[in-house]
């Protein structure tokens, strides 16, 4: 469907909108949700000082809490969306400003909740619970809590590190100041020769044009101006890194990353194991960029020839409802119950399809506990866009095999298993399109897409992962983390990630100081766990038993009811060994071994 001048809202067809109108079919019924919010919140509050005074208390304040955030999520889920839909709307920002604004007004008369359960009896609260059959859900919530115990302080100290919370966000405000407003790339000429400006959003597909003028223009303009303002940046992330080895201290850690994984309970070995195993295998993506070196023709492999596509597709287009059998064919090995499931979420109005004016731009899975799983879209036509509708269709059931399974307490997931589900259905659809494909130069083009997924996920934010380690470790042993320091610690990983057949230019290494993901120190790991876990599961859906896809199907039932590492177990992954990484790591080996066959 060619859209030359974007529709406004309301000239869209209602078969390509979400059925967002299940959730409020009236402005009134939202109003009075937030009412009701209010209203027990402020019954909740008259409960504070007794919460583990009795289990009959214990249980009201329990049941109590999840209701207000039960109402307060679905009315902020439905406001968030209604403005997706249209940004310009002002009545749709009007109504997220007010339940934002009431989240943060609930939430801090609430606050008393968690310090009252860690200063109880820790017996007598587990004795609540073992012996009240209505609270027997709560156990491992209530238990999560308390493992924190240790690292609690005082009402008063807590009091004090709350209140410097806002500073302590200040290294990433800084940066993200300096990176989204402040910052400017001018301008380059695109493969048209039309002057263009250069963007944080374009910049990644001048760096996949077939023009190799324009990628090393695109490149050299982004660094240049980082280089310019690599003093500032180094500041605020070394900043950011002392910050978080003060917390760690404070709240007697032993280090900044043990903090960072004690939340889900991750054994400090799968960060380990991550990297060792990607060390190993790192011969092989060296295979692979020699590879790319030999099929672009090029005497000298740059930076900026690192993302070009090695194939050019031949443009094809694939309407919406060819992109559904595309997936629906792909995830058959999932089951025909899950296959029906998929098609009735399509039909029933899971999905807001294509652009409209105001809309906002990417995609998503969103819904509330009690809403259907929606998906956000913008779809053009491209198979990129079939890979983002199974990737969003993924986490849309997920979500929806979660809440008609879990309590609203454990009806979400972690960033850990959350990126699985979406993961399982890109491996089993590409997988699904490289069988199937008869065309040789189709066929490259789809193993090549495959092998970059695992380069700029698993390689890359495991090298990311890696840096992070490095510059903590270097700040509790005392090193100052100099913009040069930094410079040289990233330069030299690139390198040891990319091998011999990349030449070394100037740039490079003043590339750790865009990336804003470096200001939640130790998260970009879970993408490359993810990753590997769905590499594992989708090969046992493809090659195991059925029992192998019925316990896939269990853990998507499982919602956040157990730490993320036990909840995988369930899908017969075990994260804390190094196993998952090397299967997944042996799925690339084959795919470049494929690869280089094809180009012989």
């Known amino acids: 469907m060619g859209m030359k001048k974007l529709k406004n809202r309301n000239e869209m067809p209602d078969d390509f909108k979400w059925k967002i109108e299940d959730m409020y ?3 009134q019924l939202w109003e009075e949700d937030l009412k009701i919010a209010e209203n027990k919140a ?14 009959e208390n214990f249980e009201i304040a329990l049941k109590s809490r999840e209701e207000i955030w039960q109402k307060i999520e679905k009315a902020f889920v439905f406001s968030r969306m209604k403005l997706d839909e249209d940004n310009r709307i002002s009545r749709h920002q009007a109504m997220l400003d007010r339940v934002q604004a009431l989240i943060a007004k609930l939430s801090a008369s609430m606050a008393f909740f968690v310090p009252e359960i860690l200063q109880s009896d820790e017996d007598k609260v587990m004795e609540y619970i073992d012996n009240k059959p209505e609270l027997q859900q709560y156990k491992f919530s209530i238990s999560t809590i308390l493992r924190e115990k240790a690292h609690i302080l005082s009402e008063q100290e807590e009091n004090i590190i709350a209140r410097f919370g806002e500073i302590s966000d200040a290294p990433h405000s800084i940066f993200n100041m300096l990176n989204n407003a402040d910052i400017s790339f001018g301008e380059i000429e695109d493969e048209n020769g039309d002057i263009t400006e250069l963007t944080h959003g374009n910049y990644i597909t001048f760096m996949e044009s077939h023009n190799r003028e324009v990628r090393k223009a695109a490149y050299t303009r982004v660094y240049e101006t980082y280089k310019g303002l690599i003093n500032t940046i180094s500041t605020a992330y070394s900043f950011n890194v002392k910050g978080d080895v003060v917390s760690a201290r404070i709240r007697k850690y032993d280090s900044p990353r043990q903090m960072a994984l004690s939340g889900g309970n991750i054994a400090e070995e799968v960060y380990d194991n991550l990297i060792s195993v990607v060390h190993e295998y790192l011969p092989v993506l060296h295979r692979y960029i020699e590879l790319r070196k030999r099929i672009l023709g090029l005497s000298e492999l740059k930076m900026y020839d690192v993302y ?27 089951g025909s119950e899950y296959i029906a499931q998929v098609q009735k979420g399509v039909d029933a109005g899971w999905i807001d399809i294509y652009e409209n004016q105001g809309k906002t731009s990417g995609a998503y899975s969103f819904g509330s506990y009690d809403s259907m799983p929606y998906i956000l879209m913008n779809y053009t036509d491209t198979l990129k866009d079939v890979f983002t509708l199974v990737h969003e269709m993924g986490h849309s059931m997920h979500s929806y095999y979660t809440r008609s399974t879990q309590p609203f307490t454990y009806g979400d997931h972690s960033i850990f298993t959350a990126e699985v589900a979406s993961t399982v259905n890109e491996s089993l659809l590409i997988k699904h399109l490289i069988n199937k494909e008869t065309d040789i130069e189709m066929k490259k083009y789809l193993i090549n897409f495959y092998i970059e997924e695992f380069r700029t996920t698993l390689f890359r934010q495991t090298m990311f992962a890696e840096f992070e380690q490095l510059a903590h470790q270097a700040a509790m042993d005392g090193i100052g983390l100099t913009s040069r320091w930094l410079n040289e610690t990233y330069n030299h990983l690139n390198s040891e990630y990319f091998g011999d057949a990349l030449s070394e230019d100037e740039w490079i290494q003043y590339e750790w100081s865009r990336i804003p993901h470096f200001y ?11 990753f590997s876990a769905a590499t594992a599961i989708s090969k046992k859906i493809l090659e195991g038993t059925d029992e192998d896809r019925l316990n896939y199907i269990k853990f998507l039932k499982s919602g956040s009811s157990m730490d993320p590492v036990d909840l995988l177990k369930i899908a017969g992954v075990d994260m804390s060994k190094p196993d998952p990484v090397r299967l997944a790591m042996e799925t690339f080996k084959d795919l470049v071994g494929k690869l280089e066959e094809l180009v012989k």
């Open 25 to 27: 079919p009236s402005y």
């Open 42 to 55: 402020a019954e909740f509050v008259k409960l504070k000082g007794s919460i583990t005074s009795s289990a």
């Open 308 to 334: 070009v596509p090695l194939i050019e597709l031949p443009k094809r287009e694939i309407p919406f409802n060819e992109a559904v059998k595309l997936m629906k064919e792909g995830l058959a090995p999932l």
């Open 520 to 530: 939640r120190s130790f998260y970009v790991y879970q993408y490359a766990t993810g």
